[in-house]
C-alpha cells in the first residue's frame, strides 16, 4: 500500500509562493496519475491540479489554472506543487492522492495565504 507524506505548508502573503512536496512510499507510485487536492473546513475536498504517471500531461482546476505548477519526480517517488501568485482564497489543507483517489489520505499540509 502506497503511503504519501505531504509538507512544505506555510503562511504566506498575498501575491507570494509556495512549493508543496508529496513524498510517497511503494514501488508502485510511478504506475499512477497523482493529483493534488484541497480542502478548508466545511466544505468537501476539492481537484486542484493533476499529471499522468508520465508526467507528459497536466490538468488543473480553473480557479488555479496560470498560477500552479504541478510536477513528478517518479526516481524519488515525489509530486510537487508550485504555487505562484497566492490568493486568501487558496487557504486550505493540502493533500496528494491518486488521481482518483485510491491511497489512504495523508495528514494533508496546511497553506495560509494572508490579504
Known amino acids: 500500500q502506497v503511503q504519501l507524506v505531504e509538507s512544505g505548508g506555510g503562511l504566506v502573503q498575498a501575491g507570494g509562493s509556495l512549493r508543496l512536496s508529496c513524498a510517497a512510499s511503494?514501488?508502485?507510485?510511478?504506475?499512477?496519475?497523482m493529483g493534488w487536492f484541497r480542502q478548508v473546513p466545511g466544505k468537501e475536498r476539492e481537484f486542484v491540479a493533476g499529471?499522468?504517471?508520465?508526467?507528459?500531461?497536466?490538468y488543473y482546476a480553473g480557479s488555479v489554472k496560470g498560477r500552479f505548477t504541478i510536477s513528478r519526480d517518479n526516481a524519488k517517488n515525489t509530486v510537487y506543487l508550485q504555487m505562484n501568485s497566492l490568493k486568501p482564497e487558496d487557504t486550505a489543507v493540502y493533500y496528494c492522492?491518486?488521481?482518483?483517489?485510491?491511497?489512504?489520505w495523508g495528514q494533508g499540509t496546511q497553506v495560509t495565504v494572508s490579504s
Open positions: 492522492n491518486s488521481r482518483p483517489p485510491v491511497f489512504s
Open positions: 511503494g514501488r508502485t507510485f510511478s504506475t499512477y496519475a
Open positions: 499529471i499522468r504517471w508520465s508526467g507528459s500531461t497536466t
